[in-house]
Nanobody, 124 residues
Framework: VQLQASGGGPVQAGGSLRLSCEAS????????LGWFRRAPGKEHEFVAA????????YYGDSVKGRFTISVDSAKYMVYLQMNNLRPADTAVYYC??????????????????WGQGTQVTVSS
């Protein structure tokens, strides 16, 4: 499974960005895709996740109400719409794929496949 994240960049506080993640390879064995982020000096943080078939999405507490994850299963694409960005959202954002479902979508240890990351920088 290969994952390619894109869409990061610089943005001012209050602005928006849309991240994309394209999956390829043997993705039929995976159940869902998630976004994680890592700020300098911090651990990876769960951002959002969604099953490939759509339906219930999961969000980290710090992004609820501002970020929206969506999936186009026909294209094997997952998107993260980020609105009302804050400087605290500055991080490298990674997409990852998991074989698991349900609440396991929140757990970083359950993700086996990772993309290369895309930098998001929010200035005040």
């Amino acid at each position: 499974v290969q994952l390619q994240a894109s869409g990061g960049g610089p943005v001012q506080a209050g602005g928006s960005l849309r991240l994309s993640c394209e999956a390829s390879g043997r993705i039929y064995g995976t159940h869902g895709l998630g976004w994680f982020r890592r700020a300098p000096g911090k651990e990876h943080e769960f951002v959002a996740a969604i099953p490939w078939v759509g339906g219930s999405a999961y969000y980290g507490d710090s992004v609820k109400g501002r970020f929206t994850i969506s999936v186009d299963s026909a294209k094997y694409m997952v998107y993260l719409q980020m609105n009302n960005l804050r400087p605290a959202d500055t991080a490298v954002y990674y997409c990852a794929a998991t074989l698991y479902s349900g609440d396991y979508l929140r757990q970083i240890d359950e993700y086996e496949y990772w993309g290369q990351g895309t930098q998001v920088t929010v200035s005040s």
